[in-house]
């Protein structure tokens, strides 16, 4: 068994049992001989998380202290704390690869970098839910191999607009938006505020507390934050019906295409256009793509259309 095992064993028990005093210090309050019995198990803890932080630094292994706090009260949930740290662990898989491999409208992330972003259960210790995470890391001359994800997760959690919704999406993707808006909806919705501090292999902490309001704030900003691209297009077929009062039009192509919508604020209304008559469509479709579902939603206008002589 290597030292940093040792040292995890020794913690989990030592964590164990403050948990168990603690529950006899509940039962017995003001009771010297259990507080001093818990005071020096404390004091123990701590020193052996101090040895373990050494050991993880000196076997390149970077620590995420992830705690769940709830703002109402004690209960856990187990459905929403497992997808929490799941959650969790996407997003930082997410946001590692982005950076590494270049931003990504889907959610796709190889097996290599599930295993070089996987991380281990370290143990859990007192204070609301809080578990010791570990990822096995690197050091270079001049960074950590996590810093820049640690970085742009803190930022990622920061937004304050819409404009910053897109800013992540340039920059990181749209499928580390999604992941950031499941993650958030669902400690926001399950009343957690969450705590996270990195142990880099450098020493550096980073990191902090969110608020379950802070939260609730991202999820709604990225609801009402969209992508909207236009484009258009011509094509050849038939129109089927058009309704210059309500500005409306249905046209088919020979590939049995159909094409229906409103018409362009610039269509020709004052023209005859006649139906079921083949016409070469100048057709001009809008994409919107809700950043929170990853749904893309497309709408036609015609701009024009041109008779085909001959036909």
Request: net charge negative; hydrophobic share 40%; with cysteine.
């Amino acid at each position: 068994m290597s030292d940093l095992d040792s040292l995890l064993d020794r913690l989990r028990e030592s964590y164990a049992a403050i948990n168990e005093v603690e529950r006899v210090a509940a039962n017995a309050p003001g009771d010297k001989f259990v507080l001093a019995n818990l005071t020096a198990l404390k004091r123990e803890a701590s020193r052996l998380e101090s040895i373990w932080e050494e050991e993880c630094r000196s076997d390149q292994v970077e620590v995420c202290r992830y705690r769940l706090i709830p703002a109402h009260d004690e209960n856990y949930d187990l459905a929403s704390v497992a997808k929490s740290l799941l959650d969790f662990q996407e997003l930082f898989s997410q946001i590692f690869d982005s950076l590494k491999n270049g931003v990504k409208k889907r959610p796709r992330i190889s097996g290599i970098i599930s295993a070089e972003t996987a991380f281990n259960f370290g143990f859990s210790y007192p204070g609301s839910l809080g578990i010791a995470l570990m990822v096995a890391s690197e050091k270079n001359l001049f960074s950590g191999k996590f810093d820049e994800a640690v970085k742009a997760f803190n930022q990622v959690l920061r937004i304050e607009d819409e404009f910053a919704v897109r800013d992540v999406a340039k920059n990181l993707g749209d499928a580390v938006v999604k992941k950031v808006y499941d993650w958030s909806k669902v400690n926001y919705f399950s009343g957690y505020n969450i705590d996270i501090i990195w142990s880099s292999v450098d020493g550096v902490r980073r990191g902090g507390a969110i608020d379950m309001e802070a939260l609730g704030r991202i999820v709604d900003l990225i609801e009402k934050t969209s992508d909207v691209a236009e484009d258009s297009f011509e094509s050849r077929g038939t129109l089927v019906g058009i309704d210059s009062v309500k500005k409306r039009f249905r046209f088919v192509d020979p590939d049995g295409l159909d094409y229906s919508g409103g018409l362009a604020d610039d269509f020709p209304l004052e023209k005859k256009w006649a139906i079921n008559s083949p016409y070469v469509a100048d057709i001009m479709v809008q994409s919107v793509t809700e950043y929170a579902t990853q749904e893309t939603k497309q709408t036609h206008k015609l701009r024009n259309l041109r008779p085909i002589s001959g036909d």
